[in-house]
């Protein structure tokens, strides 16, 4: 992750993905009131895990809504405990500079409620973080299209558009076995009656509709194969430039609950899962301005830029070879997005006004 700038946190970049949260937050507090309606002992904290959590910034408004609603059933003594995850590599000093309300926004629930705890863990998602039987509901937000390790390609940085076949059943495979993996691990966690909420970029079934999201892929696979040409990097660093993402359609997501025995002996079952459709935020922020007569398309550039960088940095830096040293890493990384902002800055913001496709996987443990 690369925040975009010194002193800036994953949140401050990218506060729009509370989106991804809202769009799920309605349904999950009608979970949450169903379970502590049904059940609310003092003797146990009702436990929230989120994966993928970053600084904490997408969901901390919602974490505030589920103390409310255990509160109101449960009385203000009832404990809670809120257990944050992300890679080894995540930002987990913003995290909790931002619990204490260090970074005051958004407002920390640990400000304004007692009887709360918080912890983190920096094992990967991939496998069991904590004990089993111990999550009431465990949350995950724009994280779980990213994949346990790298399927490098020849032709291009995402695999929808290599035109290997063999390359692109191979990721498709890895991220198959990577959803059955989360699945696997986040149901030792829950206990009986727990529930999971996992909503992130994907895509539809059986469409070729474009999105925001490709757009992006497409510019900085069209710099990062320039650099080939140019002699900037090499084949190998090119290849080693692939996503380690995979956006799955409702298929895949439902395939592991008909397929997969040890989930089915387990108790994991699915109850829905949703795709919805949010406007490009960047676009929408750019229309805004312009309806003040105001047409601010730098801001509309810097914004999409900054947001692309946070969350693909660390591919193409880590792509680079070991025999490069710290500097010219980093002026190369620079260089490429410094040509996608001078890139997009060339175009309409208009030619951006597609929508992302978010899918959210509802399941519980029975």
Sequence with gaps: MHPGGKDKSYGDVQRRNTVFCDISKERILKIVENQVSKSCPQNTPFTVAEFGAADGSVSMELMTDIIGVVRSNCGKDKEILIMYEDHAGSDFNSLHRRLQGILPNPRSYLLDHENVYVTSSATNFYQQCFPSNSVDLALS????HWLSKHVHLT????HYFTH?????TAIEKQAADDWLLFLKNRTKELKQGGWGIFSTMGARDNTTTMTTTYDTFIIINDIWKSFL????ITKDEFKRGTFALSLRNPHQLERPFHDSTELQ????KLYE???DTVPNFHVSDWKKQLEKGIDDNETFVRDFTKYTKTYSYSTFHAALGAERDEEQKLQICELLFKEMHD???SKDPREFDKDHIVTSAYVFKD
Excluded: C
Aim: glycine share 8%; proline share 0%; no cysteine.
């Design 265 to 268: 002996n387990d108790g994991l």
């Design 164 to 168: 290997h076949q063999d390359e692109k």
């Design 343 to 345: 890139l997009v800055l």
């Design 273 to 275: 899962i949703r795709v």
């Design 141 to 144: 937000f724009v994280a779980t």
């Design 155 to 158: 032709d291009h940085v995402y």
């Design 229 to 232: 040409s140019r002699g900037i």
